[in-house]
T-cell receptor, first 114, second 118 residues
Framework: GESVGLHLPTLSVQEGDNSIINCAYS??????FIWYKQESGKGPQFIID?????DKRQGQRVTVLLNKTVKHLSLQIAATQPGDSAVYFC?????????????FGAGTRLAVHP | GAVVSQHPSRVICKSGTSVKIECRSL??????MFWYRQFPKQSLMLMAT?????????EQGVEKDKFLINHASLTLSTLTVTSAHPEDSSFYIC??????????????FGEGSRLTVL
């Protein structure tokens, strides 16, 4: 879905803890999902992706889970570090108007405290 | 990894003037590029899809005469904000997909261009 709020929700965690960031997507026809990290004043940075024929994918310290039944996506970050502090967006890719478009979710700010 | 460059990274202009933002794919060719706008503390909103050699496709609610998009080559798309007003102040971000990866390949994002209209 697309963000309509003026304030991003914030997830505060202690350094070393695991973080779970959730996202609900809107289009049941979306077949590709991506998590991005955005630091202040910069463009989005790719973290991990997953296609709709999978329900889990693991990367380095990150895991993405996809639940198509309830249209829910989550990003798990293991052993969260101060450098993980940023805004995290999920994005869904769906074919529309002749193109595969990437639509961003609302975003969650992750604050990591030492 | 693939690099997308935007220029300028920051621009300040007077109300009523036009501003051009460039988006270049540095080490790959992009048939399609996408332009996003991001207001403070909000998500990225897709504005338009830029197609090399043809007209851009605009999302609903985006004025095509105000946000002119030109995709003149496989490595360059430009966004011109015409007659800019303070409400156009925003962070503009482009992304590009390597044409060799087809329609479902990874999108590479630029670092964004912050426009401030006085």
């Amino acid at each position: 879905g697309e963000s309509v709020g003026l304030h991003l929700p914030t997830l505060s965690v202690q350094e070393g803890d695991n973080s779970i960031i959730n996202c609900a997507y809107s289009n049941s026809a979306s077949d590709y999902f991506i998590w991005y990290k955005q630091e202040s004043g910069k463009g989005p940075q790719f973290i991990i992706d997953i296609r709709s024929n999978m329900d889990k994918r693991q990367g380095q310290r990150v895991t993405v889970l996809l639940n198509k039944t309830v249209k829910h996506l989550s990003l798990q970050i293991a052993a969260t570090q101060p450098g993980d502090s940023a805004v995290y967006f999920c994005a869904e890719s769906a074919y529309s108007g002749g193109y595969n478009k990437l639509i961003f979710g609302a975003g969650t700010r992750l604050a990591v405290h030492p | 990894g693939a690099v997308v460059s935007q220029h300028p990274s920051r621009v300040i202009c007077k109300s009523g003037t036009s501003v051009k933002i460039e988006c270049r794919s540095l080490d790959f060719q992009a048939t399609t590029m996408f332009w996003y706008r991001q207001f403070p503390k909000q998500s990225l909103m897709l504005m338009a899809t830029s197609n090399e050699g043809s007209k851009a496709t605009y999302e609903q609610g985006v004025e095509k005469d105000k946000f002119l998009i030109n995709h003149a080559s496989l490595t360059l798309s430009t966004l011109t904000v015409t007659s800019a007003h303070p409400e156009d102040s925003s962070f503009y971000i482009c992304s590009a997909r390597d044409k060799l990866q087809g329609g479902t390949g990874e999108l590479f994002f630029g670092e964004g261009s912050r426009l401030t209209v006085l």
